[in-house]
């Protein structure tokens, strides 16, 4: 089955840095790449997707890069706000599943 | 539109008990998919259907009961219900599109085995 790895596990910043995860995965049949933001106590919410077919794709402060070959995508996430805190999920598709990996814990300090 | 439902949000079992956790959407979603998520984890596929009728298993099933006889509703059944399956449980829906879409989340249920 599909293995799914995230670095690094928790990310602390100052408010304004940039932050990046990576996200990577085993399965070459993979084609979709979300990422999922979750709040405590609250539901995954997606914040950013790419398809295979694309190696960057980017929506204000927030951009995720593909390398299929290398098999691994990245979110990053530019002038960092305090309400940027959460974990953050990335959950690549293969056939009929999102595979979820363990997470990433970003905290922003004012 | 409500989105994705499920219900309850909250349940206390005692071990051996078995329940049905709810889950229902109104978008029309061919896709639906139950999920676990344990404290400081990530999120574990248990089982998804494809579509009414269609079932299959995701990578932690054993436990857990799952039918899709409506394309609205996705029932998650615990047949005997044991501590290590406290956790909280995500229903999500999306169009089926083939190559992945966006999942809609439910707000999950907490449910603790004693």
């Known amino acids: 089955g599909e293995n799914v790895e995230q670095h690094p596990s928790t990310l602390s910043v100052q408010e304004g840095d940039s932050a990046v995860i990576k996200c990577t995965y085993s399965?070459?049949?993979?084609?979709?790449f979300p990422w999922y933001k979750q709040e405590l106590g609250k539901r995954p919410q997606l914040i950013i997707d790419?398809?295979?077919?694309?190696g960057e794709k980017k929506d204000q402060r927030i951009a995720v890069t593909l390398n299929k070959t290398a098999k691994h995508f990245s979110l990053h996430i530019t002038e960092t706000q305090p309400e940027d805190s959460a974990v953050y999920f990335c959950a690549p598709w293969n056939t009929d599943k999102l595979i979820f990996g363990t997470g990433t814990r970003l905290q922003v300090f004012p | 539109n409500a989105g994705v439902t499920q219900t309850p949000k909250f349940q206390v079992l005692k071990t051996g008990q078995s329940m049905t956790l709810q889950c229902a959407q109104d978008?029309?979603?061919?896709?639906m998919s139950w999920y676990r998520q344990d404290p400081g984890m990530g999120l574990r596929l248990i089982h998804y259907s494809v579509g009414a009728g269609i079932t299959d298993q995701g990578e932690v099933p054993n436990g857990y009961n799952v039918s899709r006889s409506t394309t609205e509703d996705f029932p998650l059944r615990l047949l005997s219900a044991a501590p290590s399956q406290t956790s909280v449980y995500f229903c999500?829906?999306?169009?089926?599109?083939?190559?992945?879409?966006?999942?809609?989340f439910g707000d999950g249920t907490r449910l603790s085995i004693l």
């Open positions: 999500a829906s999306s169009p089926l599109g083939g190559k992945g879409q966006p999942q809609h």
């Open positions: 790419i398809r295979s077919n694309v």
């Open positions: 399965d070459s049949a993979s084609n979709y």
């Open positions: 978008m029309n979603h061919e896709y």
